[in-house]
């Protein structure tokens, strides 16, 4: 079984109270399905800004061999 702790950062919606889960990522190949399986739709993903490892990664990047995915809302100003 492969899992994938990922977190919640800052003021992000989150599908629980708690700040980080770990999910079983058995049948799921990029973030966009992580995001999905967290249950978040495909207007919300347009909101957010995912690492993996620490790099900046867009919805079909591939969570093989990642070991952390933040969350967290995009950043927007002027």
């Known amino acids: 079984m492969s899992t994938l702790t990922v977190r919640f950062v800052g003021p992000v919606r989150r599908p629980g109270p708690e700040?980080?889960?770990?999910?079983?990522?058995?049948?799921?190949?990029?973030?966009?399905?992580?995001?999905?399986?967290?249950?978040?739709?495909e207007a919300d993903m347009t909101s957010l800004t995912v690492l993996l490892?620490?790099?900046?990664?867009?919805?079909?990047?591939?969570i093989a061999d990642i070991a952390v995915?933040?969350?967290?809302?995009m950043v927007g100003g002027g």
């Open 69 to 73: 995915m933040d969350i967290l809302l």
């Open 19 to 41: 700040r980080s889960r770990i999910v079983d990522t058995a049948g799921l190949a990029t973030v966009a399905d992580v995001l999905r399986h967290l249950q978040y739709s």
């Open 53 to 62: 490892d620490g790099v900046r990664s867009d919805l079909e990047t591939s």
